[in-house]
Protein backbone atom coordinates (compact mmCIF):
# COMPACT_ATOMS: atom_id res chain seq x y z
CA UNK A 1 0.00 0.00 0.00
CA UNK A 2 1.07 3.51 -0.20
CA UNK A 3 2.82 5.32 2.34
CA UNK A 4 1.73 8.09 3.69
CA UNK A 5 3.80 11.11 1.98
CA UNK A 6 2.84 9.01 -1.17
CA UNK A 7 -1.64 8.86 -0.21
CA UNK A 8 -1.00 12.79 0.66
CA UNK A 9 0.71 13.66 -3.01
CA UNK A 10 -2.38 11.14 -4.64
CA UNK A 11 -5.19 13.46 -2.87
CA UNK A 12 -2.97 16.64 -3.93
CA UNK A 13 -2.65 15.15 -7.54
CA UNK A 14 -6.63 14.29 -7.86
CA UNK A 15 -7.09 17.59 -7.02
CA UNK A 16 -4.53 19.13 -9.31
CA UNK A 17 -5.86 17.20 -12.38
CA UNK A 18 -9.55 18.64 -11.38
CA UNK A 19 -7.82 21.76 -11.10
CA UNK A 20 -6.20 21.90 -14.94
CA UNK A 21 -8.99 20.26 -16.50
CA UNK A 22 -11.64 23.29 -14.95
CA UNK A 23 -8.74 25.81 -16.52
CA UNK A 24 -9.05 23.63 -19.83
CA UNK A 25 -12.57 24.03 -20.23
CA UNK A 26 -12.80 27.79 -19.15
CA UNK A 27 -10.13 28.70 -20.99
CA UNK A 28 -12.57 27.40 -24.20
CA UNK A 29 -15.21 29.21 -23.62
CA UNK A 30 -13.96 32.55 -25.02
CA UNK A 31 -13.06 30.33 -28.55
CA UNK A 32 -16.25 28.83 -28.47
CA UNK A 33 -18.21 31.72 -27.94
CA UNK A 34 -15.99 33.54 -30.97
CA UNK A 35 -16.96 30.21 -33.12
CA UNK A 36 -20.90 30.80 -32.86
CA UNK A 37 -20.46 34.79 -32.96
CA UNK A 38 -19.01 33.82 -36.49
CA UNK A 39 -21.39 31.65 -37.29
CA UNK A 40 -24.07 34.32 -36.37
CA UNK A 41 -22.07 37.13 -38.84
CA UNK A 42 -22.04 34.74 -41.61
CA UNK A 43 -26.07 34.13 -41.34
CA UNK A 44 -26.16 37.76 -40.87
CA UNK A 45 -24.10 38.32 -43.87
CA UNK A 46 -26.57 35.91 -45.88
CA UNK A 47 -29.00 37.87 -45.45
CA UNK A 48 -27.29 41.26 -45.95
CA UNK A 49 -26.51 39.92 -49.47
CA UNK A 50 -29.99 38.46 -50.23
CA UNK A 51 -31.11 41.97 -49.49
CA UNK A 52 -28.83 43.55 -51.98
CA UNK A 53 -30.19 41.27 -54.34
CA UNK A 54 -33.60 42.60 -53.70
CA UNK A 55 -32.27 46.08 -53.67
CA UNK A 56 -30.89 46.12 -56.77
CA UNK A 57 -33.90 44.80 -58.41
CA UNK A 58 -36.11 47.33 -57.14
CA UNK A 59 -33.29 49.53 -58.60
CA UNK A 60 -33.91 48.73 -61.60
CA UNK A 61 -37.16 48.94 -61.62
CA UNK A 62 -37.11 52.54 -60.78
CA UNK A 63 -34.43 53.35 -63.46
CA UNK A 64 -37.16 51.66 -65.89
CA UNK A 65 -40.06 53.45 -64.67
CA UNK A 66 -37.61 56.74 -64.68
CA UNK A 67 -36.72 55.78 -68.40
CA UNK A 68 -40.52 54.99 -69.50
CA UNK A 69 -41.82 58.45 -67.85
CA UNK A 70 -39.16 60.25 -70.06
CA UNK A 71 -40.27 58.12 -73.47
CA UNK A 72 -43.74 58.79 -72.70
CA UNK A 73 -42.71 62.71 -72.19
CA UNK A 74 -41.01 62.72 -75.37
CA UNK A 75 -43.53 60.71 -77.34
CA UNK A 76 -46.59 62.99 -76.03
CA UNK A 77 -43.73 65.88 -77.58
CA UNK A 78 -43.94 64.51 -80.60
CA UNK A 79 -47.57 63.45 -81.30
CA UNK A 80 -48.38 67.22 -80.65
CA UNK A 81 -45.78 68.47 -82.92
CA UNK A 82 -47.12 66.04 -85.26
CA UNK A 83 -50.62 67.67 -85.11
CA UNK A 84 -49.03 71.11 -85.73
CA UNK A 85 -47.42 70.28 -88.80
CA UNK A 86 -48.68 71.05 -91.96
CA UNK A 87 -46.00 69.22 -94.76
CA UNK A 88 -46.31 65.70 -95.45
CA UNK A 89 -42.77 65.08 -94.85
CA UNK A 90 -42.40 66.40 -91.69
CA UNK A 91 -45.79 64.71 -90.44
CA UNK A 92 -43.83 61.13 -91.68
CA UNK A 93 -40.68 62.22 -89.79
CA UNK A 94 -42.72 62.66 -86.71
CA UNK A 95 -44.50 59.76 -87.09
CA UNK A 96 -41.46 57.86 -87.39
CA UNK A 97 -39.63 58.91 -84.48
CA UNK A 98 -43.30 58.42 -82.46
CA UNK A 99 -43.05 54.72 -83.57
CA UNK A 100 -39.34 54.63 -82.48
CA UNK A 101 -40.69 55.26 -79.16
CA UNK A 102 -43.22 53.33 -79.13
CA UNK A 103 -40.99 50.45 -79.71
CA UNK A 104 -38.62 52.08 -76.83
CA UNK A 105 -41.38 51.92 -74.35
CA UNK A 106 -42.99 48.80 -75.15
CA UNK A 107 -39.23 47.23 -75.37
CA UNK A 108 -38.71 48.59 -71.72
CA UNK A 109 -42.00 47.79 -70.56
CA UNK A 110 -41.31 44.58 -71.16
CA UNK A 111 -38.05 44.34 -69.38
CA UNK A 112 -39.75 46.06 -66.50
CA UNK A 113 -42.41 43.40 -66.05
CA UNK A 114 -39.89 40.96 -66.29
CA UNK A 115 -38.13 42.75 -63.32
CA UNK A 116 -41.12 42.83 -61.46
CA UNK A 117 -41.77 39.06 -61.57
CA UNK A 118 -38.07 38.74 -60.78
CA UNK A 119 -38.70 41.47 -57.78
CA UNK A 120 -41.93 38.82 -56.52
CA UNK A 121 -40.18 35.78 -56.88
CA UNK A 122 -37.05 37.39 -54.34
CA UNK A 123 -38.84 38.86 -52.15
CA UNK A 124 -40.51 35.70 -51.89
CA UNK A 125 -37.25 33.56 -51.57
CA UNK A 126 -36.15 35.87 -49.01
CA UNK A 127 -38.50 36.15 -46.78
CA UNK A 128 -38.21 32.56 -46.92
CA UNK A 129 -34.65 32.13 -46.22
CA UNK A 130 -34.42 35.32 -43.92
CA UNK A 131 -37.02 33.31 -41.57
CA UNK A 132 -34.82 30.39 -41.47
CA UNK A 133 -31.34 32.13 -40.91
CA UNK A 134 -33.04 34.67 -38.02
CA UNK A 135 -34.03 31.32 -36.30
CA UNK A 136 -30.34 29.82 -36.80
CA UNK A 137 -29.31 33.00 -35.64
CA UNK A 138 -31.62 32.88 -32.89
CA UNK A 139 -30.24 29.19 -32.24
CA UNK A 140 -26.56 30.67 -31.85
CA UNK A 141 -27.42 33.52 -29.41
CA UNK A 142 -29.04 30.92 -27.35
CA UNK A 143 -25.88 28.53 -27.58
CA UNK A 144 -23.55 32.08 -26.35
CA UNK A 145 -26.19 32.41 -23.91
CA UNK A 146 -25.44 28.53 -22.69
CA UNK A 147 -21.83 28.91 -23.09
CA UNK A 148 -21.16 32.71 -20.73
CA UNK A 149 -23.29 30.79 -17.66
CA UNK A 150 -21.14 27.88 -18.28
CA UNK A 151 -18.05 30.08 -17.98
CA UNK A 152 -19.28 31.17 -14.99
CA UNK A 153 -20.08 28.41 -13.59
CA UNK A 154 -16.46 26.86 -14.31
CA UNK A 155 -14.82 30.30 -12.98
CA UNK A 156 -16.85 29.48 -9.62
CA UNK A 157 -15.94 25.17 -9.89
CA UNK A 158 -12.50 26.41 -10.59
CA UNK A 159 -11.94 28.59 -8.12
CA UNK A 160 -13.12 25.63 -5.74
CA UNK A 161 -11.01 23.56 -7.69
CA UNK A 162 -8.20 26.38 -6.34
CA UNK A 163 -8.84 26.18 -3.11
CA UNK A 164 -9.11 22.58 -2.66
CA UNK A 165 -5.74 22.19 -4.19
CA UNK A 166 -4.54 24.79 -1.92
CA UNK A 167 -5.84 22.58 1.03
CA UNK A 168 -4.11 19.45 -0.43
CA UNK A 169 -0.90 20.93 -0.27
CA UNK A 170 -0.60 21.92 3.60
CA UNK A 171 -0.05 18.33 5.14
CA UNK A 172 2.33 17.33 2.11
CA UNK A 173 5.74 17.18 3.10
CA UNK A 174 7.94 20.10 1.67
CA UNK A 175 10.33 17.79 0.32
CA UNK A 176 8.18 16.17 -1.85
CA UNK A 177 6.25 18.35 -2.64
CA UNK A 178 8.93 20.30 -4.95
CA UNK A 179 9.61 16.84 -6.23
CA UNK A 180 5.68 17.03 -7.48
CA UNK A 181 5.68 20.29 -8.42
CA UNK A 182 8.91 19.58 -11.16
CA UNK A 183 6.95 16.97 -12.49
CA UNK A 184 3.72 18.44 -12.79
CA UNK A 185 4.56 21.20 -14.17
CA UNK A 186 5.90 19.14 -17.07
CA UNK A 187 1.95 17.93 -16.99
CA UNK A 188 -0.34 15.11 -14.89
CA UNK A 189 0.24 12.72 -13.64
CA UNK A 190 3.03 13.23 -11.59
CA UNK A 191 2.83 10.51 -9.50
CA UNK A 192 2.24 7.05 -10.68
CA UNK A 193 2.40 3.09 -9.60
CA UNK A 194 4.41 0.36 -10.99
CA UNK A 195 2.44 -2.35 -12.70
CA UNK A 196 4.28 -5.30 -13.81
CA UNK A 197 7.83 -4.10 -13.06
CA UNK A 198 6.80 -0.99 -15.44
CA UNK A 199 6.03 3.01 -14.78
CA UNK A 200 2.41 3.72 -15.00
CA UNK A 201 3.22 6.95 -16.28
CA UNK A 202 5.31 6.35 -19.26
CA UNK A 203 4.69 2.32 -19.54
CA UNK A 204 8.65 1.43 -19.78
CA UNK A 205 10.56 -0.91 -17.34
CA UNK A 206 12.10 0.47 -14.15
CA UNK A 207 15.25 -0.62 -12.92
CA UNK A 208 15.24 -3.23 -9.95
CA UNK A 209 17.11 -0.97 -8.35
CA UNK A 210 13.62 1.47 -8.38
CA UNK A 211 11.40 -1.01 -8.11
CA UNK A 212 13.01 -2.40 -4.97
CA UNK A 213 13.28 1.32 -3.95
CA UNK A 214 8.70 1.53 -4.43
CA UNK A 215 8.93 -1.67 -2.61
CA UNK A 216 10.20 0.27 0.73
CA UNK A 217 13.46 -1.24 0.72
CA UNK A 218 15.21 2.20 0.85
CA UNK A 219 14.57 5.33 2.75
CA UNK A 220 10.94 5.80 2.77
CA UNK A 221 11.67 9.16 3.87
CA UNK A 222 12.60 9.99 0.72
CA UNK A 223 10.35 9.75 -2.78
CA UNK A 224 11.07 7.49 -5.68
CA UNK A 225 11.74 9.01 -9.43
CA UNK A 226 11.17 6.33 -12.79
CA UNK A 227 14.39 6.08 -14.04
CA UNK A 228 12.74 6.22 -17.43
CA UNK A 229 10.42 9.42 -17.14
CA UNK A 230 11.03 11.16 -13.75
CA UNK A 231 7.55 10.65 -12.13
CA UNK A 232 7.46 9.83 -8.70
CA UNK A 233 6.82 6.11 -8.94
CA UNK A 234 5.16 3.94 -5.62
CA UNK A 235 4.28 0.13 -5.20
CA UNK A 236 0.37 -0.66 -5.05
CA UNK A 237 0.98 -3.68 -3.18
Known sequence: MPGAAIETLLILQDRDTR????????????????????DINQEKGAIETAKTGLRELESKKKILETEIGSAETLLAKYRTQQSAVKKNDEYHALGHQI?????????????????????????????????VLKQNISGHEARIRTLR????????????????????????????????????????????????????????????????????????????????CGRIVFWEG
Open 19 to 38: RVGLEAQLKAVPSDIALVER
Open 99 to 131: ATVQGQIAEMEGAELEIMYSIDAAKQKFANAEA
Open 149 to 228: ERGQNLAAELKSAQEAVAAARLPANEGWLRAYDRMAVRGLPAVVPIRGAKCGGCHLKVSSEVESAARGKGDQNLPVFCDQ
